[in-house]
């Protein structure tokens, strides 16, 4: 039985990533997976958060089960995080929620549920979106549309047809949205924008489904919660996925959370009660050491004060990085780059061909998706220079 089932290749964005480890170029430039790199290209621990593994490796008396719906403390503590200290359905208790093994947990979750209420039910992502979607959210049973989103000639959102396209979401469809830092092309809605899709979600009844796996890194916590917030106070149901790995760099440890806004504190004990049992036959309860951190993190305002401030020069270096290399490029290509400086988080597509993108590999050591996709944070001063020298050279 098993002897049927072939090899198939790897992750195209993990197995480029492997590539480049096997690089032996000095000068080589990682800017494949998405995870947040500082200077000396390391992935780093936050303070806060090692401060807290430290008195948790302490205190620890019992690795016992969780319950399926996570750490206690965990949850509340992320729907404020997200949703803000002031939020109104929170006020109203119209929202659960459920810790998750990291953002694609908590999307799973969150397909498991959608899927429960409405079998083959359709989602709407967006054109380009992140490539696991389909797979995490497919696997389920649900069905996909694409909208119309990213312009590559502006470089920008293509807001008229992403609405043009929408105006066909009807009552029972999903449609998907980046709450942040849009991956892969870091072109983000604006306050205006969110708005309308907000009265397009009222008077054609589709429901969001928001995944926000970048809050903190495009302008800062709240202000990259500010899309999804609006929605949240005006329609009466929303799914959102969140993750911690990016923003608290707990990546490995795969801590997520999916919350449920529901009509009514009764149907958001209900849904909540639906994604126990979802994760209970998927992964029975998600793994404790994250979200242990992340609650013991967001419980004490000190630990809270450390991690927002390390997490708002991880996203001033992003922001400066995107500035340099607008500069860097311009200079070394005498094109416009002045895109990239507008674009959130980690990612933007630098509009090279898929040959350009190759022999920027196989020439130069510089690694980045088919698509040039790069992540921005994979950029260093060290790097820098050489990597719009060869930009250069291949355009
Ligand atoms: C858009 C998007 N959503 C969700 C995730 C899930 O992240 P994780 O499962 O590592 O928390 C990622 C990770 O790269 C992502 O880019």
Redesign the pocket.
């Known amino acids: 039985m098993l002897d049927a089932l072939e090899l198939l290749p790897d992750d195209p964005i993990l197995g480029l990533a492997a590539l480049c480890r096997t690089d032996d170029n000095p000068k080589k430039v990682d800017l494949t997976v998405?995870i947040y790199m500082d200077e000396n290209g390391v992935c780093p621990v936050f303070d806060a958060i090692r401060q807290a593994q430290t008195t948790l490796v302490a205190k620890e008396v019992s690795k016992a089960y969780l319950s399926p719906a996570g750490v206690a403390g965990f949850n509340p503590g992320m729907q404020k995080l997200v949703l803000g200290e002031n939020s109104a359905a929170l006020a109203d208790g119209r929202v659960s929620s459920i810790q998750a093994p990291?953002?694609?947990?908590a999307?799973r979750i969150g397909a498991e549920i959608i899927q429960a209420a409405s079998p083959g039910a359709k989602v709407w992502v967006s054109d380009p979106t992140?490539p696991?979607?389909i797979p995490l959210l497919g696997s389920v049973g649900l069905q996909f549309s694409t909208y119309r989103y990213y312009d590559a000639q502006t470089h920008g959102v293509n807001f008229d047809a992403m609405v043009e396209d929408l105006k066909a979401a009807g009552p029972n469809d999903i449609v998907l949205l980046?709450g942040c830092c849009h991956?892969p092309c870091g072109a983000d809605l604006s306050q205006e924008q969110w708005s309308i899709i907000g009265d397009m979600a009222e008077a054609q009844g589709f429901m969001p489904f928001i995944?926000i796996?970048?809050q903190g890194l495009g302008d800062g916590l709240d202000e990259d919660a500010a899309g999804l917030r609006q929605l949240a106070e005006r329609l009466p149901e929303m799914i959102i996925?969140a993750?911690?790995?990016?923003n608290m760099g707990l990546?490995r440890e795969?801590?997520?959370c999916t919350m449920f806004l529901c009509r009514d504190k009764k149907n958001a004990d209900a849904l909540l009660s639906q994604a126990k049992v979802a994760a209970r036959r998927v992964y029975s309860m998600p793994p404790a050491h994250g979200a242990l951190l992340a609650s013991a993190v967001l419980a004490d305002d000190d630990l809270t004060a450390n991690w927002q401030a390390e997490l708002r020069g991880m996203c001033d270096r992003i922001n400066g990085l995107r500035s340099d290399l607008v500069e860097k490029l311009q200079t070394a290509t005498g094109r416009d780059f002045e895109f990239i400086r507008a674009e959130k988080g980690m990612f933007s597509f630098l509009g090279l061909s898929g040959e350009q993108v190759q022999t920027l590999r196989d020439d130069y050591s510089v690694y980045m998706l088919g698509s040039s996709r790069i992540n921005v944070a994979g950029v260093n001063a060290r790097n820098i220079d050489y990597l719009a020298d060869s930009i250069a050279k291949v355009l």
Do not use: E
């Open positions: 998405g990291g953002g694609c947990g999307l992140w696991v979607h980046h991956n995944d796996a970048y996925a993750s911690c790995s990016k990546y795969r801590t997520g």
